[in-house]
């Protein structure tokens, strides 16, 4: 057996480092959040359009880089997740009281947050609100 070193871990668990801790949103509060995020996705799109018809030549003014990335901060502050930019597709992680994770899904232009899906199920397991414990 070797010795170990001074100061060594003395064990594989001390490499493990923990996760930041991640906001799980209640169905109210994303609704209530929704025209906050339809300003921000706004935001992100119209730079995405602009640099889309400037024609990735360098030429041109695309948009705003500090309020494209004051946008896209704030949704990564609140972890939201942005899944698909040309249809505004986002996700909310929530968690249920059942302790089951899973995502509040939003689409830009759907009148209200009326959907759910499991992480692993993606865009095709929407579900409708409310989710019921399994």
Not at 16 to 35: D, M
Not at 68 to 73: D, E, H, S
């Amino acid at each position: 057996m070797v010795p170990s070193q001074p100061g060594a871990p003395s064990s594989p668990a001390s490499f493990t480092r923990s996760l930041p801790p991640v906001r799980y949103w209640t169905v109210s509060e994303a609704r209530a959040y929704l025209p906050r995020l339809r300003e921000l996705v706004a935001i992100v799109q119209d730079a995405g359009l602009m640099a889309e018809r400037a024609g990735g030549n360098g030429h041109g003014r695309t948009a705003d880089d500090d309020e494209v990335q004051t946008a896209l901060a704030e949704l990564e502050a609140g972890d939201i997740v942005l899944r698909h930019l040309p249809s505004g597709l986002v996700d909310f992680p929530a968690r249920g009281k059942d302790g089951v994770v899973y995502l509040l899904c939003y689409r830009l232009g759907e009148d209200d947050l009326a959907w759910w899906h499991r992480p692993e199920d993606g865009f095709a397991g929407r579900q409708p609100l409310p989710r019921d414990p399994e």
